[in-house]
């Protein structure tokens, strides 16, 4: 297993979550210690039984007062923000939720502490209802936005794990954690923009696995996309060529530049060669400016 941790300012805090998570992961297995993910999956096992109960004792009180809907937060109902994630349409649903939300939700838990991984499965469940809400005006029910962000923030963190996917429950199917990731996103995406009409909330899926992305690369897990990678190095050489002195700036950077326009002509210099040149002319500026101050003295 390869751990591909970004090497920016929240390494250390990266590098020192993992190192706590491999020490303490024999309490995982033992169940020891509270763990905030076997209480989510209790709790909405618990919720989905009163759900069946209420819909049998009193028909409409679940889709009116607890189920998420546009109508309903128009009416002021915003407590549904909270309780549609422990609602479920069928065994089912609730089956393949909680699996999701148990074997990913362990790791993040042990990797990133109780209380980040509630704050990511709350975020989550609220960021998927929000987006589901302004996709579509039908009425929202489970837990897949949190178990989505959840998914993500492990595939970001633990990206090169070798793990075993049940396909529909029956096919073992082993790959590596980012590449699920990569199928949760694509999925989520393509039938976000072309809507299917299966009544699956892929908005809400799509905005959760956005939302276990971000929130793990906040704390300084997976590895940089490529314009921050570009940004990185751009600010690197920059700093390069702020420490060089005058020789080294000349000789380094100006003097092939100087060499190209001898060959080619000054308009074959690109932009960033223009300005490199303008700053060698701004350092010699100062460096003369400097002897004859010290002359004059």
């Known amino acids: 297993m390869r751990f591909d941790i970004f090497m920016g300012r929240n390494y250390f805090p990266a590098m020192r979550s993992l190192w706590t998570w491999q020490n303490q992961s024999r309490g995982l297995w033992s169940g020891a210690s509270f763990s905030a993910t076997r209480a ?40 549904q923000l909270v309780t549609y994630m422990f609602l479920h349409g069928s065994l089912l649903h609730i089956v393949a939720n909680m699996l999701v939300i148990y074997f990913a939700g362990r790791q993040v838990e042990q990797i990133l502490g109780m ?27 489970g837990a897949s936005a949190a178990g989505f962000a959840t998914l993500l923030a492990f595939t970001t963190i633990l990206p090169e794990m070798e793990i075993t996917l049940l396909l529909f429950f029956v096919i073992p199917v082993r790959m590596r954690a980012k590449y699920l990731a990569y199928g949760a996103i694509g999925i989520s995406l393509l039938f976000t923009i072309l809507p299917s009409g299966d009544g699956i909330g892929h908005a809400a899926h799509l905005a959760g696995c956005l939302t276990g992305y971000l929130f793990a690369r906040r704390l300084g897990f ?63 500026e100062q460096r003369t400016r400097s002897r004859e101050s010290g002359v004059l003295r």
């Open 222 to 284: 997976g590895r940089p996309l490529r314009p921050e990678r570009m940004l990185a190095e751009r600010r690197a050489r920059e700093q390069r060529k702020g420490d060089l002195s005058p020789e080294e700036f000349i000789s380094e950077e100006i003097d092939p530049i100087l060499e190209k326009i001898s060959r080619h002509g000054m308009h074959s210099l690109t932009r960033q060669e223009r300005r490199t040149l303008d700053r060698g002319r701004e350092r010699i």
């Open 115 to 141: 209380r980040a991984f509630l704050a990511l499965y709350f975020a989550g469940g609220l960021a998927g209802g929000v987006a589901q809400v302004i996709a579509s005006d039908g009425g929202i029910v």
């Open 40 to 79: 989510l999956v209790i709790a909405n096992v618990v919720c989905f039984v009163l759900q069946l109960l209420l819909e049998q004792m009193v028909p409409g009180f679940v889709d009116r007062w607890l189920a998420l809907s546009r109508g309903g937060l128009a009416s002021g109902f915003v407590w």
